[in-house]
């Protein structure tokens, strides 16, 4: 019997529906401008949470998520875009392709909340 695989290595893996989202800036109307996010596309992943812990922010304590994203390769992934789970949001901080191949993405991300 042959080892089995871990599981973000098979398709049947990828069963969450994220939405990858991009920054782009927008006029204000005050001569700056605004940054929102716009969709890019929708990408079958596996998310996989890695740790968590609290940050002291601005006096308050906040929660800290981070998580591994696993996605079919496709071209224009970086970090500083984002994933969109329903309401819940994760910061793209870095990508890896981990076998060269062009197979996969490995993304970690940040949970940021809506």
């Known amino acids: 019997m042959a080892p089995s695989k871990p599981d973000r290595a098979r ?3 990828l069963r969450r529906r994220l939405l990858l989202e991009a920054a782009m800036a927008t006029p204000d109307g005050l001569g700056g401008t ?5 969709t890019v596309a929708a ?12 940050r002291w922010r601005r006096g308050r304590p ?4 981070t998580h591994r994203v696993t996605l079919r390769w496709r071209a224009g992934v970086d970090a500083g875009q984002r994933l969109r789970d329903g309401d819940r949001l994760f910061d793209i901080r870095a990508v890896a ?7 996969r993405l490995v993304c970690l991300v940040q ?3 809506p």
Do not use: F, K, N, S
Not at 62 to 65: D, G, L, M, R
Not at 97 to 103: I, M
């Open 97 to 103: 392709d981990p076998d060269g191949g062009r197979r």
């Open 62 to 65: 906040e929660q800290v998520a």
């Open 11 to 13: 398709v049947g893996a």
């Open 43 to 54: 990408v079958w992943a596996q998310l996989e949470w890695i740790a968590g812990g609290e």
């Open 34 to 38: 605004t940054q929102v996010y716009e």
């Open 111 to 113: 949970e940021i909340g």
